[in-house]
């Protein structure tokens, strides 16, 4: 089975930083571009960054500077660095199956990211 499952999330002061990881199977994980996308409340979804199979990092211009998109494929996994978050970081971020802007075929439960004092 296809899976992506997110995990790191949880409620941080604004400034914080976490971890986000994306653990994949059931497909051969390094050769597929990789997508973080997220969703604020009442919002749409929003491309956030991607990685491609060569390693080539893409971001937003609202976290440009401040996310570090990773990969480690021996353990199948994606990574979202983020650092200096702010309030409007809020979101439900997925990791998705493909580059910026495709059908992300493949896409996580999401995990529940809060930055608030």
């Known amino acids: 089975e296809v899976q992506l499952v997110e995990s790191g999330g949880g409620l941080v002061q604004p400034g914080g930083s976490l971890r986000l990881s994306c653990a994949a199977s059931?497909?051969?994980?390094?050769?597929?571009?990789m997508t973080w996308v997220r969703q604020a409340p009442g919002k749409g979804l929003e491309w956030v960054s991607s990685?491609?199979?060569?390693?080539?990092?893409s971001y937003a211009d609202s976290v440009k500077g401040r996310f570090t998109i990773s990969r480690d494929n021996a353990k199948n996994t994606l990574y979202l660095q983020m650092n200096s978050l702010k309030t409007e970081d809020t979101a439900v971020y997925y990791c998705?199956?493909?580059?910026?802007?495709?059908?992300?075929?493949?896409r996580g439960q999401g995990t529940q990211v809060t930055v608030s004092s």
């Open positions: 998705a199956r493909g580059p910026r802007n495709s059908n992300y075929d493949v």
């Open positions: 990685l491609n199979w060569r390693g080539m990092s």
């Open positions: 059931g497909f051969t994980f390094d050769i597929y571009d």
